[in-house]
């Protein structure tokens, strides 16, 4: 098993910023994909942004040109720096890992934090 510790939320007023931070633990190999998505109330869950093992880094179009990843392989720890925020970023933001079998990929979830942007 896997096991995902995030950190970071909180509340922030608009045009702030937080960091995120989201650390994987347990039995790890060949971590592939580490990335964030964001859960809104009464909203379905969508991508922020996707790193993939020496691979293309993905941003859903409410990170872009806002949010950066970052992954510290050493340490299978991802960041997600968050800049410029809106209150409709308010949300829970959940860490996702993915790890390569010789199958396909197993998914790991975190157990989200919040993140409150509100004067």
């Known amino acids: 098993q896997v096991q995902l510790v995030e950190s970071g939320g909180g509340l922030v007023q608009p045009g702030g910023s937080l960091r995120l931070s989201c650390t994987a633990s347990?039995?790890?190999?060949?971590?592939?994909?580490m990335g964030w998505y964001r859960q809104a109330p009464g909203k379905e869950r969508e991508l922020v942004v996707v790193?993939?093992?020496?691979?293309?880094?993905d941003y859903g179009d409410s990170a872009k040109g806002r949010f950066t990843i970052s992954r510290d392989n050493a340490q299978n720890t991802v960041y997600l720096y968050m800049n410029s925020l809106k209150p409709e970023d308010t949300a829970v933001y959940y860490c996702?890992?993915?790890?390569?079998?010789?199958?396909?990929?197993?998914?790991?979830w975190g157990q989200g934090t919040q993140v409150t942007v509100s004067s």
């Open positions: 996702r890992v993915t790890t390569l079998t010789g199958f396909g990929e197993n998914e790991y």
């Open positions: 347990g039995n790890i190999f060949r971590i592939n994909r």
């Open positions: 790193t993939r093992s020496g691979g293309p880094t």
